[in-house]
Every structure is written in C-alpha cells, then in structure tokens.
Nanobody
Framework: QVQLVESGGGLVQAGGSLRLSCAASGSIFSINAMGWYRQAPGKQRELVAV???????NYADSVKGRFTISRDNAKNTVYLQMNSLRLEDTAVYYC?????????WGKGTLVTVSS
C-alpha cells in the first residue's frame, strides 16, 4: 500500500502562485511515476503533470509554461509549483502514484483562484 498526503492548497488571486506538496509513505519502493490530477466542479478528472523516477516530465497543454512538477526522492515528496494562476485552474488537485498493476490516490487539496 501507498499513502499519499497532499498539502498546500488554498485561495489565491488570479496571477498568483501556490506550491502543492504530496508526501508518499508505505510501499514506495516500486513507484514508477507520480503525478498531479485535478477535477473542477462538473468536470472529469484530468492529468495536470507527471514525473517519472528518472525525472522525465509531462504536462497538460493548459499548464505548460506555468506549472512545474518536481520531486525530492530523499523526502519521498512530489511538488507542483503553480504560477500565473487562472480562474480556470480552480479545482481539487489530487496526487497520484503509479506502481505496477495499480495506482494510488491522495484525498485531494482544493485550489481556488479568485478574480
């Protein structure tokens, strides 16, 4: 089992920044990749960014150039630096960890961008 705990969400004005953190614990030795997803009200959950154990990253087109995903292997933590936030970035952000055969989700952290 893998446990994921997100933090760092909150209320921010448009154009502002937030940094989300996701701390992993448990059977983390075989995690292949970790990522961030988000779900806005009335919409499906979507991929925001992912980072592999090798450090390769991938981003949704809507966040490229504004968001940066990174990981600290010593702390078993993944970060999502979000800059130039827009109203449409408002969502619950979920951390995800991928192991062979299954993935794990955190409970989510709410990000609200106001005008």
């Amino acid at each position: 089992q893998v446990q994921l705990v997100e933090s760092g969400g909150g209320l921010v004005q448009a154009g502002g920044s937030l940094r989300l953190s996701c701390a992993a614990s448990g059977s983390i030795f075989s995690i292949n990749a970790m990522g961030w997803y988000r779900q806005a009200p009335g919409k499906q959950r979507e991929l925001v960014a992912v980072i592999t154990t090798g450090g390769s990253t991938n981003y949704a087109d809507s966040v490229k150039g504004r968001f940066t995903i990174s990981r600290d292997n010593a702390k078993n933590t993944v970060y999502l630096q979000m800059n130039s936030l827009r109203l449409e970035d408002t969502a619950v952000y979920y951390c995800h960890a991928e192991r062979p055969l299954r993935g794990y989700w955190g409970k989510g952290t709410l990000v609200t961008v106001s005008s």
